[in-house]
Antibody
Framework: EVQLVESGGGLVQPGGSLRLSCAAS????????MLWVRQAPGKGLVWVSR????????SYADSVKGRFTISRDNAKNTLYLQMSSLRVDDTAAYYC??????????WGQGTTVTVSS | QSALTQPPSVSGSPGQSVTISCTGS?????????VSWYQQPPGAAPKLMIY???NRPSGVPDRFSGSKSGNTASLTISGLQTEDEADYYC??????????FGGGTKLTVL
């Protein structure tokens, strides 16, 4: 079964850091572009970042550029999102996804990040 | 990276058809056939319904169809069913390896 499982969410103070992980299984991870998407409580989906299979091409939404870093370990079939200088408005459910034909065809269940003092 | 424009809400009765629009610009939706659509029921993760404007993934009913004209992409749901009630989002490649979602549309089946 094709599956993505996020972990690493939690409560963090403003200005703090957190690293999210996304474990992939059921498919060959390394060729795929992968993405992170977030959704604040009661709000819409927002694209955060994407990375190609070998990590040579990376892009970020303006709202996280310079604060978040996407990475992957193809040997461990795992995608990461290192988040630093966190702000209250980064509070959201974070989803990782597999990209196919510029669409997110597989979604994780999400992990919740709460930034609060 | 401005969000694509969707109507906040649409509604229809069972059996009817509804269309949800997704408007961008000539530099994003108008330039690329890389628009996808997602269905998100309350409390659930989103599900891919349409990719590359018109293509349906395996398992998505053919009641769901996509199209594009100029800078506006559209999702049409025909033969509305109560289980179609959900939030719907468009998503597009917008160049320079970046992507953007629409603001989302709440579909109510009356």
């Amino acid at each position: 079964e094709v599956q993505l499982v996020e972990s690493g969410g939690g409560l963090v103070q403003p200005g703090g850091s957190l690293r999210l992980s996304c474990a992939a299984s059921g498919f060959t991870f390394s060729p795929y572009w992968m993405l992170w998407v977030r959704q604040a409580p009661g709000k819409g989906l927002v694209w955060v970042s994407r990375m190609n299979g070998d990590g040579s091409t990376i892009s970020y939404a303006d709202s996280v550029k310079g604060r978040f870093t996407i990475s992957r370990d193809n040997a461990k079939n795992t995608l990461y999102l290192q988040m630093s200088s966190l702000r209250v408005d980064d509070t959201a459910a974070y989803y990782c996804g597999r990209e196919s034909f510029y669409a997110m065809d597989v979604w994780g269940q999400g992990t919740t990040v709460t930034v609060s003092s | 990276q401005s969000a694509l424009t969707q109507p906040p809400s649409v509604s229809g009765s069972p059996g009817q058809s509804v269309t949800i629009s997704c408007t961008g610009s000539s530099s994003d939706v108008g330039s690329y056939n890389r628009v996808s659509w997602y269905q998100q029921p309350p409390g659930a993760a989103p599900k891919l319904m349409i990719y590359e404007v018109t293509n349906r993934p395996s398992g998505v009913p053919d009641r769901f169809s996509g199209s594009k004209s100029g800078n506006t992409a559209s999702l049409t749901i025909s033969g509305l069913q109560t289980e179609d009630e959900a939030d719907y989002y468009c998503f597009s490649y917008v160049g320079s390896y970046t992507m953007v979602f629409g603001g989302g549309t709440k579909l109510t089946v009356l």
